[in-house]
Nanobody, 125 residues
Framework: QLVESGGGSVQAGGSLRLSCSYS????????MGWFRQSPGKERERVAT????????NYADSVKGRFTISRDITKNAVVLQMSSLKPEDTAIYYC?????????????????????WGQGTQVTVS
């Protein structure tokens, strides 16, 4: 089970921190990541992190603004978002993928995801 927290509303230029808690037994060996979906748009990959944090990947639209990290001691994946823009407004989903043995190589697409969180709304105005 993946449980997201930390969404909300913020003004443009602000910051938000999303967290995804997961069962260590089930997901510690998975590639983990964040996807997002805006109204009328397809769900897109935002960032991924390998099971050992050795590899991270970001969508071009968030590079330099978002940082993904993994806290193994807390069984959580964090997405730190800064310099937020209105176009970042979306529902953000935590995701886990076994493909590639948790290496995130290549970064998983939507069809590679084995488990999804319930989603958390991020609104930037």
């Amino acid at each position: 089970q993946l449980v997201e927290s930390g969404g909300g509303s913020v003004q443009a230029g602000g910051s938000l921190r999303l967290s995804c808690s997961y069962s260590g037994f089930t997901y510690s060996s998975n590639c983990m990541g964040w996807f997002r979906q805006s109204p009328g748009k397809e769900r897109e990959r935002v960032a991924t992190i390998a099971r050992d944090s050795s590899r991270v990947n970001y969508a071009d639209s968030v590079k330099g603004r978002f940082t993904i990290s993994r806290d193994i001691t807390k069984n959580a994946v964090v997405l730190q978002m800064s310099s937020l823009k209105p176009e970042d407004t979306a529902i953000y989903y935590c995701a886990a993928a076994r493909v590639g043995g948790g290496s995130c190589l290549p970064p998983p697409g939507e069809n590679d995801i084995d488990s999804w969180g319930q989603g958390t709304q991020v609104t930037v105005s």
